[in-house]
Nanobody, 123 residues
Framework: QVLLVESGGGLVQAGGSLNLSCTASGNVFSITDMGWYRQAPENQRELVATISSRGSTNYGNTCWGRCTISRDNVKNTIDLQMSGLKPEDTNVYYC?????????????????WGQGTQVTVSS
């Protein structure tokens, strides 16, 4: 089991910046990729950014060029630095961790989600 706790959301004016943090605890040694997602229509979650355990990053269209994701494997945290925020960035942002564990000949993967942190951008 992995527990994810997010922090750093809040209210910011358009054009401002926010830093979201996510701390993992529990079976952290099994975590591979981590990332940030936000709520999308029809109960989906859209990609904001992900980062592998080796630091490879991937950004979605939602925050391209305005966000930077980073990871500290010692502290088991990821951060998302967002700048140039727009009212349309208002959303609940969720931290996600993917775990992978070998049991015998089988690789088991699981997704864990944080509770979400609200980001509100005023115009």
């Amino acid at each position: 089991q992995v527990l994810l706790v997010e922090s750093g959301g809040g209210l910011v004016q358009a054009g401002g910046s926010l830093n979201l943090s996510c701390t993992a605890s529990g079976n952290v040694f099994s975590i591979t990729d981590m990332g940030w997602y936000r709520q999308a229509p029809e109960n989906q979650r859209e990609l904001v950014a992900t980062i592998s355990s080796r630091g490879s990053t991937n950004y979605g269209n939602t925050c391209w060029g305005r966000c930077t994701i980073s990871r500290d494997n010692v502290k088991n945290t990821i951060d998302l630095q967002m700048s140039g925020l727009k009212p349309e960035d208002t959303n609940v942002y969720y931290c996600k961790a993917v775990t992978a564990q070998n049991k015998g000949w089988t690789l088991y993967k699981n997704d864990y989600w944080g509770q979400g942190t609200q980001v509100t951008v005023s115009s």
